[in-house]
């Protein structure tokens, strides 16, 4: 019979270790670790500090002079409390959770709130599941927000229909922080009972509502703040951000791969309001991954446009913290989990080593060693064989009347309405597209337009496509748009380039259409190859092929979108 711990067990364990953390603190028993000479940011006094800080049990327990097991010489080096990235959407980085942490440990990053969505829109409580089970045991800290909006709209068709009863139970789960962000803010608005049940279920369990309300004012913002939603992501001016700050909501600086707003908002990075305010990152691509770094990113890009170092670092650490009550994270201080990134300087932020829970996991870049996840079989096989469609023709994709034209924003992903067209012209840079529902075999297939993404030739099609993940596709014809649709399927998800009846670059993307289990270099590789490839076919060389047409079937953002029932106008909901 497997052996039991009694409770009395249990306490008597945890009393040990306290007494011993409490020991080392007086200095009458060695530490495990010290870092000796150590200049760290005060993230309570807004300045640098010198001392020995001394680690036991995982824990800080003092700074001062201390003896340790382990002495490691600081001197010359910056440490900063691990980064904390407020708001994140794992699969975005298309790698499995145990590939993301292994990117985004070197650049100092210890723990990462998510909001899995995503995944959760193509296999429902399943998926929160999938990714809870995926992250579990990682050297970083993968923190939840349930999903708050699945599907993102009624206009469109996902995986899973998710009200407050089948995400109510996930709340006592110890990473769960809170309900992810609330996308349904014209719904929270008018008091409907769908969005509100959710955010009275949440605050039921004393847990945070993250918000995404770009632009809303007045009594509206009034409305939204007062239902009890604490922060948004979505500011991309002063105006908005502030206007949110003065109704008590907390900022989330987002610097991502789709969007960047820091610039935007450095003003809002002094004296009066950084306290209010963290980073956050949103999306990560692999190449911005590998490329640019990730929160190390933010803090070095925020200090060149004349942002104070030590706010920086207050802001991508201990504002997040505080936020979502994580009592013992993003600072240095005794009690608080030994995570650090220690840098050469407050400017370059180049992150030479990452201590977690007083353990070296990362030197010079490199991971010294992460567990592999373990999965549960069921979860692991349905994650897999998420797709079902029917193999597609190019006469499903054949149209005689009139369809509306979506019209690209050049670096937007709003868009505009070009009115009608009845075929392909590729002199007007007018395109077939198509959204193809995967998820229950309906061939429901909406069919419109596009103007403005450049392709000539051939067809691009991806299953990661917001919020539903159905497979969109935009082509110059219809034979290599059933290609390309088929080649997905086949592929259990991904990116392809066709042309000519050939499939000239592909990347699957077999965990529900959105992730792959490769390393995080071969599928930026795989990634790039498919970019050229489509960038070869006429699409133009400022436009990411993929995350553009990720964006045009999203029915939140305004102003047209396409689903799998056709184009829809945003502000109506309605189809045009």
């Given at each position: ?42 993230v ?48 975005s ?43 579990e ?16 709209s ?11 009863r ?69 500011c991309?001016?002063?105006?908005d ?64 446009l ?18 979502f009550?994580l009592?013992?994270r993003?600072?240095?201080a005794?009690?608080?989990l ?12 180049n ?7 007083g ?50 924003v ?16 590729v ?5 077939k ?23 000539k ?13 159905n ?19 086949q ?22 259409g ?7 270099t ?55």
């Open positions: 019979m497997a052996h039991t711990e009694s409770w009395s067990g249990k306490i008597n364990r945890r009393l040990l270790k306290k007494q011993r953390i409490i020991d080392v603190a007086a200095g009458r028993e060695k530490a495990d670790l010290v870092l000796k000479n150590a200049t760290y940011v005060d309570f006094s807004g300045c640098l500090a010198t001392d020995d800080i001394a680690v036991a049990e995982g824990l800080i327990v003092g700074q001062g002079k201390y003896e340790g097991n382990i002495e490691v010489d600081m001197t010359g080096k910056i440490v900063c409390p691990g980064f904390i990235d407020a708001h994140i959407h794992l699969e980085s298309l790698v499995a959770p145990r590939e993301f942490a292994k990117a985004v440990l070197p650049h100092g990053t210890t723990a990462v709130i998510t909001d899995p969505h995503e995944i959760t829109n193509v296999m429902g409580t399943d998926g929160i599941d999938y990714m809870l089970e995926a992250s045991g990682l050297p970083l800290d993968v923190l939840f927000m349930i999903p708050s909006c699945v599907p993102a009624p206009m469109d068709e996902s995986g899973a229909n998710l009200d407050y089948d995400i109510d139970s996930f709340f006592d789960h110890p990473r769960v922080l809170g309900l992810g962000e609330m996308m349904d803010f014209p719904g929270v608005i008018r008091g409907d009972s769908v969005p509100v049940s959710k955010i009275v279920a949440s605050q039921s369990h004393h847990k945070k509502i993250d918000g995404h309300a770009p632009g809303i004012r007045d009594n509206d913002l009034n409305a939204y703040v007062a239902a009890g939603v604490y922060s948004d992501h979505e991309a001016d002063m105006e951000a502030l206007e949110k700050i003065r109704r008590g909501q907390y900022i989330m600086i987002r610097e991502g791969t789709a969007a960047k707003n820091l610039e935007a908002l450095m003003g809002l990075l002094n004296e009066q309001y950084y306290s209010r305010c963290m980073f956050c990152t949103d999306d990560k691509h692999p190449s911005d991954l590998l490329e640019k770094g990730h929160m190390d990113y933010i803090c070095r890009k925020a200090v060149s004349g942002a104070d170092p030590i706010r920086v670092v207050q802001t991508a650490c201990y504002h997040a913290a505080r936020y009550l009592n013992n993003g600072a240095i005794p009690g608080y030994a995570d650090f990134a220690v840098l050469d300087n407050l400017k370059d932020f992150v030479q080593q990452v201590y977690k829970r353990k070296l996991i990362c030197q010079n870049g490199q991971i010294i060693d992460i567990p592999e996840s373990k999965i549960t079989p069921r979860l692991a096989e349905e994650a897999e064989h998420t797709f079902h469609v029917a193999h597609m023709t190019s006469r499903d994709f054949a149209e005689w009347r009139p369809r509306g034209v979506i019209g690209m050049p670096g937007q992903i709003v868009t505009q309405d070009c009115g009608y067209a009845e075929e392909v012209d002199q007007t840079d007018t395109l597209m198509a959204v193809v529902e995967r998820h229950r075999n309906t061939r429901h297939i909406g069919i419109g337009y596009l103007r403005g993404y450049g392709l030739q051939g067809a691009v099609a991806t299953s990661v496509a917001h919020d539903s993940h497979i969109i596709v935009v082509a110059a014809n219809d034979e290599d748009m059933a290609l390309a649709v088929n080649t997905i399927t592929n259990s998800g991904g990116i392809v380039v066709v042309n000519d009846g050939k499939v000239l670059a592909q990347l699957p993307l077999e965990i529900a959105l992730m792959s289990n490769l390393p995080l071969e599928v930026n590789e795989l990634l790039e190859k498919a970019k050229a490839a489509a960038h070869e076919l006429g699409v133009g060389d400022e436009i990411d092929p993929f995350m553009t047409l990720s964006f045009m079937s999203l029915p939140v953002i305004p102003t047209l979108r396409l689903t799998t029932r056709g184009v829809m106008d945003v502000a109506t909901q309605k189809y045009i």
